[in-house]
């Protein structure tokens, strides 16, 4: 269970368990500010029913609840990759029943998933979790509606749960939902406040020595506090005080190497702590303007994140979704980045989700011809990368020598 979210956890435990043991098709509609734990918490309680790591090769599986045996079905589709919102049908049906050959057409796709649903071919009950649902917005809404319609089916045997953080969706969509009869369950995930993500730091922190009862290692519990109450008046976004929780401990860092005190001399138990003044002084760099907001975002991600946005900054144009994806898998087989390894798609889409919601990447779903395309573009151009990729030479190979 994640620190500070028992009662999500049992609300969606308990809502899944139900689903599946009553057989009661219905859909639970997630919403929440980024950065809350929707997705994480998600995945953490269907992982104790279900092997999501055998997901893709089995996806339907035996779960037992009370010493009954169910199969269940389950889809986890983050709706970012989804070039056009109506293919959302077809790409359920391939992951339900990869066996089942997908028509091209909407409408067949639409009465195969509902046959499946109903039949034999899938799960007892089959669990759809929709991430990011507000990418299948369309003007009409009528794919989002037509699925959540398939819930008010007794026999469709189908437990849909959509995720999204767009305040526009909740608006609009919900009280449509429930105006046309269709009555989802809603957990809202609210931003953290500063007692939850003090706790939520310090549980982290404290897995760096366990079993010792010295309190939080490398950092004061004053810092830590300062921490928590600047975020939690922010945005309560988690992301950004693990950001502020790294980027004061690389400062104290620095202060070190300037006075060439030797940092491996130091053990976890006797290294000086971070203190508030560390805190105050990264929180003061990051709001000084918003170019500073980026690099202190971007100097805390991984090489993959950094990769997969040099990618697109070296595109130097808007790309679909797939055009990206298919750049970064070429440019990943490239011999001088294969060391960097290949990430999974939805591991690139978590990448994706992360760089938008540190406002580094704009991620838009358009309709073009009736057709709705999901567009990445890049928030940061060539000088703002320089920075963040001078100093690691895998990443300056992507632009021969302009970087
Ligand atoms: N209660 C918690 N305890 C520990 N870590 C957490 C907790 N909640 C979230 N996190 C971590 O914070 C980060 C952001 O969480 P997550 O991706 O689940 O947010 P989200 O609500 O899905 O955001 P978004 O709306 O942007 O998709 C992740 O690294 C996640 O593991
Ligand atoms: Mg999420």
Same mark, same amino acid.
């Given at each position: 269970m994640l620190p500070a979210r028992e009662a999500e956890a049992n609300a969606l435990k308990n809502f899944i368990v139900e689903t599946i043991t009553s057989g009661k098709t219905q859909s639970l509609y997630i919403s929440g500010p980024p950065g809350t734990g929707k997705t994480a918490q998600i995945r953490l309680t269907l992982s104790e029913l279900i092997d999501l790591d055998e997901v893709y090769t089995h996806p339907v599986q035996c779960v037992e609840i009370d010493s009954k045996d169910y199969k269940v079905g389950y889809v986890y589709i983050n709706c970012m990759s989804i070039t056009r919102t109506s293919m959302i049908f077809q790409e359920i049906l391939k992951s339900l029943n990869p066996k089942i050959a997908s028509s091209t057409s909407l409408q067949d796709s639409k009465d195969v998933l509902l046959q499946v649903l109903k039949g034999q071919r899938s799960g007892d009950m089959n669990i759809v979790v929709l991430d990011e649902l507000d990418k299948l917005i369309t003007t009409n809404q009528q794919i989002l509606f037509e699925l959540f319609s398939w819930c008010c089916f007794p026999q469709s045997k189908l437990c849909l749960i959509g995720i999204s953080n767009s305040l526009d969706m909740i608006d609009r969509l919900l009280p449509r939902l429930k105006i046309n009869g269709m009555n989802p369950h809603t957990l809202n995930f609210l931003p953290y406040g500063a007692e939850h993500i003090e706790q939520i730091i310090v549980e982290k922190l404290q897995l760096l020595t366990p079993?010792?009862?010295?309190?939080? !290692?490398?950092?004061?519990p004053a810092a830590v506090k300062l921490c928590a109450k600047k975020c939690a008046s922010n945005s309560g976004d988690l992301r950004r005080a693990f950001d502020i929780i790294k980027n004061s401990f690389e400062l104290l860092e620095l202060e070190l190497k300037a006075k060439d005190t !030797?940092?491996?001399?130091?053990t976890l138990e006797t290294a000086p702590t971070v203190k508030i003044n560390h805190i105050a002084k990264v929180f003061s760099r990051v709001n000084v303007t918003a170019s500073s907001q980026i690099s202190s975002a971007s100097s805390n991600l991984t090489i993959q994140q950094k990769f997969i946005l040099a990618v697109l900054v070296r595109a130097e144009s808007v790309l679909t979704l797939n055009e990206l994806y298919n750049q970064y898998t070429t440019t990943s087989a490239n011999p001088d980045f294969k060391l960097l390894g290949l990430l999974k798609k939805h591991e690139f889409l978590e990448v994706l989700t992360t760089l938008e919601s540190i406002n580094l990447v704009k991620v838009q779903n358009t309709v073009v011809k009736k057709v709705s395309v999901v567009k990445v573009s890049a928030v940061v151009g060539l000088r703002d990368l320089e920075g963040l990729i001078g100093g690691i030479p895998i990443l300056q190979r992507l632009f021969g020598s302009v970087v």
């Open positions: 079993g010792s009862k010295q309190g939080t !290692p490398l950092f004061h !030797p940092i491996e001399q130091y």
